[in-house]
């Protein structure tokens, strides 16, 4: 979800039904170093709140400043560290899912981090490295070292986001754990929400790859959860939120030509339907609201 889930995407998320949002993870290394590029990506909108900021890192001391710092300037109302991460340049440098392999490593920098702040401090992680029951005692650990929250994506690194996710996984680190666990992966409709919580036994779900292109998802998830029939996208309420959505990139990022950056989210909000190709070979030209209004015809 890097270079997604920024500021305007996660208010047009909470607009739409989303009850936590959290932010694209941050190096803590870059922040600790007041790199501008990092502050910015982890500066909110009081709209977004409660809003969760997630790390990355491997020094438990540099983790625990770039919370403190974090903390003192921003004031997220909870922390999120990933440990789940497989792209290789994160796990290269012994970050993200690379920390599976060290559980008391990991141990240290939840210590560090929970020592630094009194805000609460989550785990966000995967099924293991190369063997899914890694997760099985990697979680308890986590627990062990202070963890308020983990959260648990049903693959390993191994795997990426190939196959499936394995929901009874999860469910069996679950039950190992007495804090609250969010499921994660898979979770691409109302219905599919519904069985995940049904086969992990989790006490909430994570939903990332299932909001591109589709933000209104976490209203539906919250309808069926509630046996209400999800509503219907039309047509109008989908150009009327990508217009949305391209306003408040457009003022978040500013500049001559401020759409350019958000064509990738073109391409998910019009991935799949009629006349898709057609209408994609021009969305991706747009470079301003003005060039966007025009191609939706409005």
């Known amino acids: 979800m890097a270079d997604m889930t920024d500021s305007a995407f996660c208010r047009i998320a909470k607009r739409l039904g989303c009850r936590i949002v959290f932010r694209e993870m941050v190096s803590a290394e870059a922040l ?19 809003i ?33 991460c497989p792209a290789v340049k994160i796990v290269g440098g012994f970050n993200g899912a690379a920390l599976m ?13 929970k020592a630094a702040t009194d805000k609460p401090v989550s785990v966000k992680t995967r099924l293991g490295w190369f063997s899914p029951t890694d997760i099985l005692d990697f979680a308890p650990t ?18 990426g986001y190939s196959g499936s996710a394995d929901w009874e996984m999860i469910g069996r680190a679950k039950s190992l754990v007495g804090i609250p666990m969010l499921a994660n992966g898979d979770v691409f409709s109302p219905e599919l929400a519904v069985k995940a919580l049904e086969v ?3 006490d909430g779900l994570l939903i990332a790859r299932g909001a591109l292109g589709n933000p209104w998802i976490f209203g539906q998830v919250e309808a ?61 030209k747009v470079e301003t609201v003005a060039d966007l209004e025009a191609c939706l015809g409005g």
């Not at 170093?33 to 990092?38: K, Q, V």
């Not at 438990?60 to 560290?81: I, N």
């Not at 150009?239 to 391209?246: C, G, S």
């Open 101 to 113: 392999r060290e559980p008391r490593h990991a141990a240290e920098i939840v210590r560090a981090v």
């Open 52 to 84: 969760v900021q997630q790390l990355f890192g491997a020094d438990p001391a540099v983790m625990a400043e770039a919370a403190r710092r974090l903390d003192e300037r921003f004031s997220p109302d909870t922390f999120d560290l990933n440990m789940g």
């Open 224 to 284: 069926a959860l509630n046996g209400k029939r999800p509503d219907e996208v039309s047509d109008e309420d989908r150009d009327r939120t990508v217009l949305e959505h391209a306003r408040l990139h457009a003022e978040l990022y500013g500049g001559d030509r401020p759409l350019v950056t958000f064509r990738k989210h073109l391409v998910w909000y019009y991935k799949g339907l009629p006349n898709a190709k057609a209408q994609r070979e021009l969305l991706t």
């Open 200 to 202: 992990t036994g989790c």
């Open 32 to 50: 600790v170093r007041e790199s501008d590029r990092t502050l910015q990506m982890a500066s909110f909108r009081d709209e977004e709140r409660p």
């Open 142 to 159: 986590i627990e062990d070292a202070g963890a308020d929250l983990i959260s648990v994506h049903g693959r390993t690194k191994d795997q």
